[in-house]
């Protein structure tokens, strides 16, 4: 697989969107694995502090509404 951005060989994948990237092109962002609540029904998060990020996709900051699964 090639990267996105120059057609090198890619080293990895964009964890939001799936874009194979090289080291080069490769950025980093915190991506929420996981939600729960603990004991005390405090909501808590598994973060991956610096997972593979293309550059390019726009991850949304705030929930995005799908009535369809409903």
Known sequence: MN?????RPAH???V?????VCKEH???????VALYQNQKGEPKAIVT???LFCG???PRGD????????
Do not use: N, Q
């Open 3 to 7: 990267c996105w951005h120059c057609e």
């Open 12 to 14: 990895g994948v964009c």
């Open 16 to 20: 939001f969107c799936g874009r194979a």
């Open 26 to 32: 490769a950025r980093e962002l915190p991506h929420i």
């Open 49 to 51: 502090a610096r997972a």
């Open 56 to 58: 390019l996709c726009e």
């Open 63 to 70: 929930p995005v509404e799908m009535p369809e699964l409903t």
